[in-house]
T-cell receptor, first 114, second 111 residues
Framework: NAGVTQTPKFQVLKTGQSMTLQCTQDMNHNYMYWYRQDPGMGLKLIYYSVGAGITDKGEVPNGYNVSRSTTEDFPLRLELAAPSQTSVYFC?????????????FGQGTRLTVV | GQQLNQSPQSMFIQEGEDVSMNCTSS?????WLWYKQDPGEGPVLLIALYKAGELTSNGRLTAQFGITRKDSFLNISASIPSDVGIYFC???????????FGQGTRLTINP
């Protein structure tokens, strides 16, 4: 069972470049999340989705876009990368089965913007 | 947005010591989760709690869902070097859909 898979694991971008961070889950979870984690810091929610076709902003959405066309995939788009977006990005998924909500994380994408 | 106050932010202990950390909020939660993040890895779920007062163990780890539903506690007994990492609490607010995460407790162990 693969769980939550993120690609790429590492990426270096030049300022102004664009890229998409991929996230896919095979657990048929409704909820998916994107977080960023700056060095020595906690997790900040960028965007989340409660199901295909539904997305909403988190704490730090500026500079990012998301889409959720399928249950499995939740890509994160950086349109004009900036050095301030250098961080580790984590995708997670969860499903509220009855009252039980447990989130599972991918291994992360380490992004450097130079 | 809703904040979880996780404390302490960091701990420096000797191997073999017990560890306690907690998360508190002014709001009521339906679910409390505790995660551990090893260096260079994603957070991994340790313990999930679903009822007020619930006490659950996972090896040397024990977590409790506070009676008021506004807090949760994680204890680690007889710490060992592999316990090093960042511990996060997370909660699902009553009536809400997404999870809220604490800022993490960074645990360092001196051998």
């Amino acid at each position: 069972n693969a769980g939550v898979t993120q690609t790429p694991k590492f990426q270096v971008l030049k300022t102004g470049q664009s890229m998409t961070l991929q996230c896919t889950q095979d657990m048929n979870h409704n909820y998916m999340y994107w977080y960023r984690q700056d060095p020595g810091m906690g997790l900040k929610l960028i965007y989340y989705s409660v199901g295909a076709g539904i997305t909403d902003k988190g704490e730090v959405p500026n500079g990012y876009n998301v889409s959720r066309s399928t249950t499995e995939d939740f890509p994160l788009r950086l349109e004009l990368a900036a050095p301030s977006q250098t961080s580790v990005y984590f995708c997670a998924s969860s499903t509220p089965t009855g009252r039980r909500t447990e989130a599972f994380f991918g291994q992360g994408t380490r992004l450097t913007v130079v | 947005g809703q904040q979880l106050n996780q404390s302490p932010q960091s701990m420096f202990i000797q191997e073999g010591e017990d560890v306690s950390m907690n998360c508190t909020s002014s709001s009521i939660f339906n679910t409390w989760l505790w995660y551990k993040q090893d260096p260079g890895e994603g957070p991994v779920l340790l313990i999930a709690l679903y009822k007020a007062g619930e006490l659950t163990s996972n090896g040397r780890l024990t977590a409790q869902f506070g009676i008021t539903r506004k807090d949760s506690f994680l204890n680690i007994s007889a710490s060992i070097p592999s316990d090093v990492g960042i511990y996060f609490c997370a909660g699902q607010l009553q009536g809400a859909q997404k999870l809220v995460f604490g800022q993490g407790t960074r645990l360092t162990i001196n051998p």
